[in-house]
């Protein structure tokens, strides 16, 4: 069974541009949740989804976005990066919402220039 | 909100010797995971633990459930250097009826062959 598979894995901006990053669940699973880690901050929880609706959000600023489709594929965006941004966001995915076990893809590192 | 500590921050062992960490939260969690994130990667799955008290291995890796329902430690026996990398705990917010996991700060782990 194929894992969590992110893309790109590696990915250079500037500041003021925008970013989608893509992430492919494993197959069968429905939820889709992202996490952004960096050296100081650790691993903070973006936002989830389940059956294209977004059921949860963390304490990020309204340039971070989401969505799900259909195929539980999900992305997630960023607009006006600032360096701020620079980090490695990480997609994790599990069967249900709520109560099973996340496994997590590679990661898309973000440098912001 | 909840929070998870982690200790130690890092270990510096030597190949062959045991190694254990442990991790604590002021509230309980029903559920405690324990990953493994290498440079570059992702976080992976180790051990999950469901029931407080409960006891798993997973090869040379023993975890527990605290019968307290606020900590767990994680042992590593006869370590290898491929062992290297960060362990974190982990446990679903209870604030929120969904996936979204609250992380340890890590434990850095290096191994001396």
């Known amino acids: 069974k194929a894992g969590v598979t992110q893309t790109p894995r590696y990915l250079i901006k500037t500041r003021g541009q925008q970013v989608t990053l893509s992430c492919s669940p494993i197959?069968?699973?429905?939820?889709v949740s992202w996490y952004q880690q960096t050296p100081g901050q650790g691993l903070q929880f973006l936002f989830e989804y389940f059956s294209e609706t977004q059921r949860n959000k963390g304490n990020f600023p309204g340039r971070f976005s989401g969505r799900q489709f259909s195929n539980s594929r999900s992305e997630m965006n960023v607009s006006t990066l600032e360096l701020g941004d620079s980090a490695l966001y990480l997609c994790?995915?599990?069967?249900?919402?709520?109560?099973?076990?996340?496994?997590f893809g590679p990661g898309t590192r973000l440098t912001v220039l | 909100g909840q929070q998870l500590n982690q200790s130690p921050q890092s270990m510096f062992i030597q190949e062959g010797e045991d190694v254990s960490m442990n991790c604590t939260s002021s509230?309980?969690?029903?559920?405690w995971l324990w990953y493994k994130q290498e440079p570059g990667e992702g976080p992976v799955l180790l051990i999950a633990?469901?029931?407080?008290?409960e006891l798993t291995s997973n090869g040379r890796l023993t975890a527990q459930f605290g019968i307290t329902r606020k900590d767990s430690f994680l042992n590593i026996s006869a370590s290898i250097p491929s062992d290297v990398g960060i362990y974190f705990c982990a446990g679903p917010d209870g604030s929120s009826n969904t996936g979204k996991l609250i992380f340890g700060q890590g434990t850095t782990l290096q191994v001396k062959p």
């Open positions: 197959s069968g699973h429905r939820s």
């Open positions: 633990l469901y029931k407080a008290g």
């Open positions: 994790a995915s599990s069967w249900r919402l709520a109560g099973d076990t996340q496994y």
């Open positions: 509230s309980i969690f029903n559920t």
